[in-house]
């Protein structure tokens, strides 16, 4: 199965994001946009396990859960992979939660590596994904809008709790990816 590790986020949160997306496409910009009800913050992308692999990396999510402290996050900047000038990738970041998702995400990767799933190439990034460019079509506009104020002041809109570490399925279908959460487990509470 295909899967991957998350801080799924509160609905309120979503809400926020699809506004700044919903001005974002005004763009008329040829992007694939991330449904409000698919964004998360990815901790680890696991890529396609087997069920022994799936097991292993439940039980170290427990582990790990158990060991660290819900935290709040905020909504930081936007912007896009590999740069604004040049999206892929279009994200909104964090301003506050930074270091303790990416010390989570560190543990995640040391204890699960030895179950055959790799270590990440690039150093970890808090991000919510919100959109993937498809071609160059009225890229000006979206680069515009990614830098206009008002996206850029939503963004800083809204702190949150991160309470749950969620196991994460996904299956691709032609419509979108489909995600169905295999197990939620809560942090530790401060």
């Known amino acids: 199965m295909r899967a991957f590790i998350a801080i799924d986020l509160p609905q309120s949160v979503k809400d926020i994001v699809s506004r700044m997306q919903s001005r974002l496409k005004l763009s008329g910009a040829d992007v694939s946009w991330v449904s409000p009800a698919n964004m998360h913050l990815t901790l680890k992308f696991l890529g396609d396990i087997d069920e022994a692999a799936a097991i292993a990396v439940s039980e170290a999510i427990r582990d790990i ?40 995400a560190a543990q995640i990767e040391s204890r699960i590596e030895k179950y055959g799933i790799g270590r990440e190439t690039k150093p970890f990034a808090s991000h919510i994904t919100i959109g993937r460019v498809r071609s160059k079509k009225n890229i000006r506009q979206l ?14 809109a809204e702190e949150f709790k991160a309470g749950k570490i969620t196991f994460f399925k996904s299956t691709l279908t032609p419509q979108g990816p489909v995600y169905e959460k295999l197990q939620e487990t809560n942090l530790k509470t401060a």
Do not use: Y
Request: aromatic share 6%; charged share 20%; hydrophobic share 40%.
């Open 65 to 104: 859960a158990a060991r660290n402290c819900d935290f709040t996050m905020q909504l930081g900047s936007i912007g896009a992979f590999p740069g604004v000038q040049s999206p892929r990738i279009i994200w909104v970041g964090l301003s506050k939660g930074h270091e303790q998702a990416r010390a989570i």
């Open 143 to 156: 680069t515009d809008g990614i830098g206009a104020a008002d996206i850029r002041r939503d963004a800083t």
